[in-house]
């Protein structure tokens, strides 16, 4: 004899299916894991299963000297090696205790600003392309081979730069970087408002973006979030204002915040951050003062015992080093604080309650990038 | 002549067997594919009848509408616990008898009447514009009822949907 | 002999004109891909295909063969019969739908009194060979794909329905030769006198063949490929095709119902009857920028079979095109009886057919080009909150407008535009609703 069974548990029970998105997946932006709890569509719980790129950047850190390290760290967050390096030579520099001369200073700052805008065109685009738009990334990707190519002109690599050295640059700019930058600028301003015309505008594109992902200002610091994830939930934080490195403090900017904290806002936040970056590359073309460009750090680098963090507003976030150095020439312990990591820590809140279309628009409005995440 | 009834047995043939595959797989999208294959070969069998209108109608509703959804609830199911389940349950002896006993009737009937009711012939051609005629018929003769059924069926779908719909939403 | 070939006589004009058509379809089918590969490249600033063959000519072959050479995956798990079933059912139920579609007035398959009622049938079958796929597959991404087709379709059919309606009410007649015929007896395309049903009969044809921005049963970034995900090789080309296939015939049926099916544009005026060599003017052209394309190529030697190809096009174009101008009183008998340039008057209905068809399909690349992908909730609020009501609304509001127009004596256009504005006014008080 049967026993009778509760019908809604049994054969009708099609309550839950376990989705596994990644780590090959076309959206999830490498080698992400996403494990999705789906209830139809809607998402009830997520988990990010995360390491598939794990390289120990940190501990290599800990077995080469301070300059043989550098190069390592453009392939953490390798869509923005230019900033990566830039931490990194910085937090080196105060460690030992030098400030790299005034005119390395603004080439940093301009190379440092051009990287933010190709790091935000890659987003834009790949953001556009898992929201079904495929044709703004090709458009990104034109303007981003501009910056890129202005970089290959300038230390030989497009990538994974190494462009700058503890204690200033290794490189003079070469002849018309000045000219190739302005015009760069020039030809910039109209193409971010091309982009708009495309999307900001677009029903479809605000509807799919509009309210989906909300992070309140109160989570997003709680969660310690940071960069244009912070800034869009209308958190006026960026360390280029709070704690000037590099030449910021000479140039003026603004920083643009978001009202809701949904990925609309966050994607009205990094088109701004565009077209203030090339605000700052203008200010910083037109007065780069002459003189030397590497500061006197001898040849052989051995910082002082002590320890140091520093950090500096990479496109994604705040991107921080904190070395201990132990008088020898290499570090005791190398830590990055990678923003992409910690922003990630959001994707479960930010998906709770959504459908799975919207856990591709997350991905990409947390704009992170798996070297970083795993290091 | 005998290209017609030829393809009607086929086609009988067709829709009796896989109604009989629809109540004994055991996979819920197999009985599904079956019961599709026998309203295609009822359409057809309509067609064969110069009802064009109702064989479309067969098809765009049977198979485009209600089959449909029937797989999308099917695909919701956890068909590993229903393949485990008996078909059947202790009741299909009953049944069985039940059917038999009108198939014999049935059977009885048209033989005994075959003298008395003889099945009238279609008059040839006068069913012709048939969608014109079905059209007139319902909408003007039938009016009133047609629209008592359409409100029937609206009330039945929306006791559904409150009956469906979840309290804490 | 002779009576076997007396009792095939009826089958076999029928027959050729199957297999032109099928042949014709899966060719165009090939060229559709390869035109939209080409057109979203020109949207992206790419090139597109250029290697195989003059700008990429032959690409197509190169890509039918590559798919027929490819292992044929099947998962472990899936449901064997169903898995290998359910793409036959999609091309299937796309081909035999191209059985209703009047060409040209001289060319169709067949025309049945019923035949729009046939299509939809016929076309709503394919759906099934999605959703078994993707069921079969037994994998998630496809069953997630499955059931989003499922849910839009059923969603989109509706207002696709409405929209038919509100054709046929002007046509009277659900054969599809006779609706092509009712328009050239009134004189205007049903799409100026129903501007908000071929609207919606746009959209709802996007929906139902899943062209983006409706694409949602194959999100590639979100369902990896929806419901063919697990289909490699031949299978996954079958589903290919159908769904090409079906975005040609959403796009005859629309180009049936509303843009005049075979009449040439402006065919009441005599005054610009020289459109009729619009045909030989196109086959010119092209073959011009063949010859011209021929000599900018390097005269070196790997490049000398793609100039040869791109020669023997212009010379094949060119030849048609005279084949076309040939007067009537050079053909054996003198042409008696016979239009001034007969074949070029045999083909004048395909040729604008095919022309509104692909214009049509213009669109929908342009779209896919253009759009972000809906979310499936948003599609569906915008199915059954806008587009349904709207379309119901338009129904009754030029049933009226005939009725109104019969009843009272005034003009069918006029009075079916007044309606047409009713429609847009309700169509604006939902938006205001919804904002």
Redesign the interface.
Same mark, same amino acid.
């Given at each position: 004899m049967a026993q009778p069974q509760d019908i809604s548990t049994t054969v009708l029970g099609a309550d839950e299916i376990i989705l596994n998105m990644g780590p090959q997946h076309p959206a999830t932006h490498g080698v992400l894991r996403v494990k999705l709890k789906l209830d139809g569509e809607k998402v009830i719980g997520s988990e990010c299963i995360i390491g598939y790129l794990h390289r120990g950047v940190e501990k290599i850190g800990e077995n080469r000297s301070y300059p043989q390290f550098a190069p390592y760290v453009d392939r953490t967050d390798y869509v923005a090696a230019v900033s990566n390096g830039l931490g990194y030579c910085e937090a080196v520099e105060r460690l030992l205790g030098v400030e790299a001369p005034p005119r390395a200073r603004w080439v940093r700052t301009i190379l440092t600003e051009l990287q933010r805008i190709a790091s935000h065109l890659l987003w834009l685009g790949t953001h556009a392309l898992d929201i079904g738009a495929i044709t703004p990334v090709f458009y990104t990707f034109r303007e981003r081979e501009e910056i890129l190519k202005i970089f290959e002109k300038y230390c030989g690599a497009r990538l994974t730069t190494h462009a700058f050295r503890i204690g200033g640059l290794q490189y003079e700019t070469y002849d018309g970087f000045e000219e190739d930058v302005k015009k760069f600028c020039r030809d910039f301003e109209e193409k971010v408002d091309e982009y708009g015309e495309l999307l900001t505008e677009n029903r479809i594109w605000v509807e799919r973006t509009r309210n989906v992902g909300i992070l309140t200002a109160q989570d997003a610091i709680d969660l310690g979030v940071t960069g244009p994830v912070l800034r869009g939930s209308g958190v006026r934080w960026d360390i280029r204002k709070a704690f000037p490195y590099a030449a910021y403090a000479q140039f003026e900017f603004d920083i643009p915040i978001g009202e809701r904290g949904d990925t609309y806002d966050r994607y009205l936040v990094r088109m701004e951050e565009m077209r203030q970056a090339r605000r700052i590359i203008l200010q910083a073309v037109d007065s780069i003062p002459e003189g030397p460009i590497l500061a006197r750090v001898g040849k052989v680098i051995k910082p002082p015992p002590g320890e140091v963090y520093h950090s500096i507003e990479a496109p994604k976030g705040e991107l921080g080093y904190y070395i201990v150095s132990d008088g020898t020439i290499q570090p005791y312990r190398l830590r990055i604080r990678p923003p992409s990591f910690i922003n990630l820590e959001a994707f479960d809140k930010m998906v709770r309650g959504h459908l799975v279309a919207d856990v591709v628009a997350i991905i990409g409005t947390l704009d992170i990038v798996l070297g970083e995440v795993d290091r | 002549m005998m290209f017609a009834q030829g393809s009607f047995y086929v086609l009988a043939a067709v829709a009796v067997v896989s109604a009989l595959l629809v109540i004994t797989r055991r996979n819920p999208v197999h009985s599904a594919i079956y019961l599709i294959v026998t309203l295609l070969s009822v359409a057809l069998l309509y067609l064969q009848l110069q009802a064009e209108f109702i064989a479309a109608v067969q098809i765009i509703l049977y198979i485009g509408g209600i089959m449909v959804l029937f797989l999308f609830v099917i695909m919701l199911v956890k068909l590993d616990v229903a393949l485990r389940q008996p078909p059947f349950n202790q009741q299909w002896w009953v049944a069985g008898a039940a059917a038999l006993v009108l198939a014999v009737e049935l059977v009885g009937v048209i033989y005994l009447g075959r003298g008395t009711a003889a099945l009238p012939q279609a008059p040839p051609g006068s069913l012709q514009p048939n969608t014109e005629l079905i059209g007139r018929t319902l909408y003007q003769n039938y009016m009133l009822p047609f629209e008592i059924a359409s409100l029937l069926l609206l009330v039945a779908m929306v006791g559904a949907v409150l009956m469906a719909r979840r309290k804490a939403s | 002999m002779t009576l076997l070939l007396e009792t095939l006589k009826p089958y076999l004009l029928p027959l050729i004109r199957v297999l032109v058509v099928f042949l014709g379809i899966s060719l165009i089918v090939a060229y559709l891909v390869y035109a939209e590969r080409k057109i979203?490249a020109h @949207? $992206?600033?790419?090139l597109g295909p250029m290697r195989v063959g003059p700008h990429g000519l032959l690409q197509p072959i190169a890509d039918g063969l590559k798919l027929l050479l490819k292992e044929d995956i099947m998962p472990a798990g899936a449901?064997k019969?169903?898995f290998l =079933?359910a793409p036959v059912i999609s091309v299937i139920a796309a081909f035999t739908a191209f059985s209703l579609i009047p060409f040209a007035p001289n060319f169709y398959i067949t025309d049945?009194?019923?035949g729009l009622? +046939?299509l !939809?049938? !016929?076309s709503?079958?394919g !759906?099934?060979g999605i !959703?078994?796929g /993707?069921? #079969?597959s037994n994998s998630? &991404?496809p069953?997630?794909g #499955?059931?989003?087709s499922? #849910?839009q379709?059923?969603s989109y059919?509706v207002a696709l329905g409405f929209a038919l309606v509100s054709a046929l009410l002007l046509a009277g007649t @659900?054969s599809m030769v006779a609706i092509v015929e009712a328009q050239q007896r009134q004189g205007v395309w049903f799409v100026f006198l129903q501007p908000v049903a071929f609207f919606i009969l746009f959209v709802a044809a996007i929906a139902e063949t899943n062209r983006?921005?409706f694409? =949602?049963p194959e999100?590639?970034?979100? =369902?990896?490929a929806g419901f063919h995900t697990e289909y490699s090789g031949f299978r996954f080309s079958l589903y290919f095709l159908a769904e090409y296939a079906a975005m040609i015939l959403v796009s005859s049926i629309a180009v049936t119902l509303f843009l005049g099916g075979w009449l040439r544009p402006f065919a009441r005026v005599r005054a610009l009857d020289f459109l009729d060599f619009t045909p030989v003017a196109v086959l010119v052209l092209a073959a011009a920028w063949c010859f011209r394309e021929c000599f900018r190529y390097p005269a070196t030697r790997e490049w000398r079979w793609q100039r040869l190809l791109l020669l023997g096009l212009g010379v094949g174009a060119l030849g048609i095109s005279a084949g076309l101008l040939l007067p009537a009183r050079f053909l054996p008998g003198g042409g008696e009886g016979l239009p001034a340039f007969p074949a070029l008057t045999a083909i004048q209905g395909v040729f604008w057919f095919m022309s509104k068809v692909f214009l049509f399909l213009f669109g929908f690349i342009w779209f896919? /080009?253009? +759009?972000?992908? &809906?979310? +499936?909730? $948003?599609l569906m609020s915008l199915g059954w909150h806008f587009m349904i009501p709207v379309a119901i609304a338009n129904v009754i509001f030029c049933s009226l407008a005939i009725v109104l127009s019969r009843q009272m004596g005034w003009g069918l256009p006029a009075t079916l535009w007044l309606g047409t504005a009713a429609t847009l006014l309700v169509a604006a008080l939902l938006r205001r609703e919804k904002a």
């Open positions: - | - | 979203l @949207l $992206q600033v790419r449901d019969g169903v =079933l049945v009194n019923v009622l +046939f !939809i049938g !016929i709503s079958l !759906i099934l !959703i078994l /993707g069921w #079969a998630h &991404y069953l997630l #499955a059931l989003r499922t #849910a379709l059923v059919e @659900l983006n921005p694409d =949602l999100a590639e970034s979100e =369902l990896v896919r /080009g253009t +759009f972000p992908r &809906y979310r +499936f909730d $948003q």
